[in-house]
């Protein structure tokens, strides 16, 4: 069987709304093993001794609190390009969404966001999260099953005043091994092969910033020069609905 459920050493029936996931495993060929844990379903990794992935969102943003707590948030590189000051808090809209952890990061931070993910196996994890999870914050917080791509091409039914891409783009420069969940995810979700597609529809929307996450030493995914927010292992890349040209300046931490 390409996808089997376990629940305390024993195979159970699959939830519901499992139909897409099915369908993947069976025409990727991938065998997908799911462990019960904590009310919701984990993925099994692909290596022995591995801990299965999951999200444990309430956990998750009650870490992030609690730092900045401690921290001011607008130190922070990403509160910074994504444009946080003073008490103004922009409505992001998440255009890869992943395992949320830079969602999270941005609702912790007091955002509005909006987090799309088109891969089934990715899209299951979080949105059977999101049912057993209870933190408030994530009234702030919605989860839209699509491909980035269909969904920046149909007409808007919302407006957000910056858009954030974290797309899986490799090139030369990339020479640390991902983590866990990277590597996992690039063999099971492979890269983001309409990146540049999905980048020049943002950008033609003319939001006031499209933030672009990058490894610190990699290239730009565009031929624009971006104003940057540099730090130690990745660096965002700002594109101002107001000004596409030169560099303003390049903030380091």
């Known amino acids: 069987m390409a996808l089997k459920f376990i629940k305390a050493g024993e195979e159970v029936s699959p939830p519901e709304n499992t139909q897409k996931l099915s369908e993947f495993a069976l025409s990727s060929g991938w065998e997908l093993l799911f462990e019960w844990r904590n009310g919701q379903p984990w993925l099994h990794s692909d290596q022995k001794g591995e801990r299965p992935i999951g999200l444990e969102l309430d956990r998750e943003l009650d870490r992030h609190l609690n ?96 858009l954030y891409y974290d797309p899986m783009f490799e090139d030369a420069n990339e020479k640390t091994l991902p983590r866990k969940e990277m590597r996992i995810f690039r063999g099971l979700v492979g890269e983001d092969a309409d990146a540049l597609k999905v980048f020049e529809l943002a950008l033609n929307k003319k939001p006031k910033r499209l933030v672009v996450k990058r490894p610190r030493l990699s290239r730009t995914i565009s031929s624009e020069t971006p104003l940057q927010y540099i730090g130690k292992a990745t660096r965002y890349d700002v594109y101002l609905a107001q000004n596409h040209g030169p560099n303003e300046s390049n903030h380091i931490k």
């Not at 890869?96 to 609702?107: E, F, K, M, P, V």
């Not at 979080?126 to 099953?145: D, G, Y």
């Open 67 to 162: 730092y900045f707590k401690k921290s001011s948030l607008h130190k922070e590189l990403l509160a910074r390009a994504i444009g946080i000051k003073g008490s103004y808090r922009p409505r992001v809209l998440d255009l890869t969404a992943g395992l949320l952890g830079d969602s999270l990061l941005l609702l912790a931070m007091g955002c509005e966001v909006t987090a799309i993910e088109r891969h089934p196996v990715v899209s299951f994890l979080i949105q059977t999260a999101l049912k057993n999870a209870e933190h408030p914050l994530l009234k702030n917080f919605t989860f839209i099953e699509d491909d980035a791509l269909s969904f920046l091409e149909a007409p808007p039914n919302s407006s957000w005043d910056a």
